[in-house]
């Protein structure tokens, strides 16, 4: 009769699942899941105890756009061939593009070699000095290399170690060459990487910088550094377009200079000529003349204040990023034991329902493919 009811059937075919069927028999076989829920506690308090602890730190941002500017004479500027266009519109880098200047080589190479310090050490040290020669592999990790990634241990072994890349002519001359890493700081790379991340918000206007450590004062002198280098990109970016657009400036305001005396000296000359003689033909020629170097002299005037406005641009010294919510240090870790062990006893305890559920409704699919 007790086999009967163990074996009865979870399932109704007309009134669907019978709740009280499935109650009955997790109440049955409660000793199972009792056990699969402590072996996952235990697991679990291995895993709290062994986890690397984190830290997180954020900062918030707003990037100073410059606003697009419009000149008066501007029209008469572009009939001469000379667009005199604002000197900041152009200049400003789009905030969607800072988190590709944080995800890029160079952006990480210089977090990686950016002393901090660890409590480990007495001295400020780099993220790639502390992973290579200073950091011990925690107890989780030598666990996962040796199950999980003991295939590629294998493979490595296996294999002969290549040696790193070497730019020939040992780097000595001024030529362009490309970014070569080293295997151990690819590793570190990918490190610097999970930490350091940008948010773009666009519909505030406000950027989100976050950075995850393994120590609290590592993780916020790393944050200052990031949020210090991503402002000194970006303002390096500002001075390459001023100084590139003060050349521009330059240049067309010395040709129109020049025109502008040119024009003057024809003035001066056609007006001698007329003050005695004044034919109709002499008068056309003045105005003609006159015509152009008032709309020469206009450009000219313009172009003048341009110029100084680029000088200035390129001597300003104003921070990009207006900062609105500044790094600190954090006072407690971001991953907590406490969830990780809740988590571990949850899902020991579904697994264990799952169990004692599927092997009541395991003779029922027996018959159905019998």
Same mark, same amino acid.
């Given at each position: 009769?007790?086999?009967?009811?163990?074996?009865?059937?979870? *399932?109704?075919?007309?009134?669907?699942?019978?709740?009280?069927?499935?109650?009955?028999?997790?109440?049955?076989?409660?000793?199972?899941?009792?056990?699969?829920?402590?072996? *996952?506690?235990? @697991?679990? *308090?291995?895993?709290?105890?062994?986890?690397?602890?984190?830290?997180?730190?954020?900062?918030?941002?707003?990037p100073?756009?410059?606003?697009?500017?419009?000149?008066?004479?501007?029209?008469?500027?572009?009939?001469?061939?000379? #667009?005199?266009?604002?000197?900041?519109?152009?200049? /400003?880098?789009?905030?969607?593009?800072?988190?590709?200047?944080?995800?890029?080589? &160079?952006?990480?190479?210089e @977090?990686?070699?950016?002393?901090?310090?660890?409590?480990?050490? #007495?001295?400020?040290?780099?993220?790639?000095?502390?992973?290579t020669?200073?950091?011990?592999?925690?107890?989780m990790?030598?666990?996962?290399?040796?199950?999980i990634?003991?295939?590629?241990?294998?493979?490595?072994?296996?294999?002969?170690?290549?040696?790193?890349?070497?730019?020939?002519?040992?780097?000595?001359?001024?030529?362009?060459?490309?970014?070569?890493?080293?295997?151990? /700081?690819?590793?570190?790379?990918?490190?610097?990487? /999970?930490?350091?991340?940008?948010?773009?918000?666009?519909?505030?206007?406000?950027?989100?910088?976050?950075?995850?450590?393994?120590?609290?004062?590592?993780?916020?002198?790393?944050?200052?550094?990031?949020?210090? @280098?991503?402002?000194?990109?970006?303002?390096?970016?500002?001075?390459?377009?001023?100084?590139?657009e003060?050349?521009?400036?330059?240049?067309?305001? #010395?040709?129109?200079?020049?025109?502008?005396?040119?024009?003057?000296?024809?003035?001066?000359?056609?007006?001698?000529?007329?003050?005695n003689?004044?034919?109709?033909?002499?008068?056309? /020629?003045? #105005?003609?003349?006159?015509?152009?170097?008032?709309?020469?002299?206009?450009?000219?005037?313009?172009?003048?204040?341009?110029?100084?406005?680029?000088?200035?641009?390129?001597?300003?010294?104003?921070?990009?990023l207006?900062?609105?919510?500044?790094? &600190?240090?954090?006072?407690?870790?971001?991953?907590?034991?406490?969830?990780?062990?809740?988590v571990?006893?949850?899902?020991?305890?579904?697994?264990?329902?799952?169990?004692?559920?599927?092997?009541?409704?395991?003779?029922?699919?027996?018959?159905?493919?019998?």
């Open positions: 009769m007790q086999e009967n009811m163990n074996n009865a059937p979870l *399932f109704e075919d007309e009134e669907g699942i019978d709740i009280m069927a499935l109650v009955k028999q997790l109440w049955e076989g409660r000793k199972t899941i009792i056990i699969w829920t402590c072996a *996952f506690i235990v @697991l679990g *308090f291995v895993a709290a105890l062994t986890m690397k602890r984190t830290y997180s730190v954020s900062t918030v941002m707003v100073q756009v410059g606003s697009k500017s419009s000149s008066s004479l501007s029209s008469l500027a572009s009939l001469a061939g000379i #667009d005199l266009g604002s000197s900041s519109s152009g200049a /400003e880098l789009s905030p969607l593009i800072y988190p590709q200047i944080v995800n890029s080589v &160079t952006f990480r190479k @977090l990686m070699y950016t002393p901090v310090h660890y409590a480990k050490v #007495d001295t400020a040290v780099s993220m790639f000095t502390y992973a020669e200073i950091a011990k592999p925690t107890v990790g030598t666990i996962k290399k040796y199950t990634g003991l295939p590629g241990v294998i493979l490595g072994a296996i294999r002969k170690e290549k040696p790193d890349i070497v730019l020939p002519g040992g780097g000595v001359d001024d030529t362009p060459k490309p970014i070569v890493l080293t295997k151990d /700081e690819v590793k570190v790379l990918k490190t610097v990487s /999970e930490s350091v991340s940008l948010a773009v918000d666009k519909k505030e206007g406000y950027i989100t910088l976050n950075v995850v450590g393994s120590e609290p004062i590592q993780t916020a002198e790393l944050a200052m550094k990031a949020q210090q @280098l991503l402002q000194e990109e970006i303002t390096r970016f500002r001075v390459e377009k001023s100084e590139s003060l050349e521009y400036i330059q240049a067309r305001y #010395d040709e129109i200079k020049k025109e502008t005396e040119n024009y003057q000296e024809q003035l001066a000359k056609i007006t001698d000529k007329t003050q003689i004044t034919t109709t033909r002499d008068r056309i /020629e003045h #105005d003609r003349i006159q015509s152009k170097y008032n709309t020469s002299n206009a450009i000219y005037t313009e172009l003048a204040k341009q110029l100084e406005q680029a000088k200035l641009q390129v001597k300003r010294d104003t921070p990009v207006t900062i609105i919510q500044p790094v &600190t240090v954090p006072s407690k870790p971001s991953n907590s034991r406490a969830k990780t062990l809740i571990w006893t949850f899902f020991g305890a579904v697994l264990g329902c799952g169990w004692v559920l599927a092997k009541g409704y395991w003779p029922k699919v027996k018959e159905m493919l019998a």
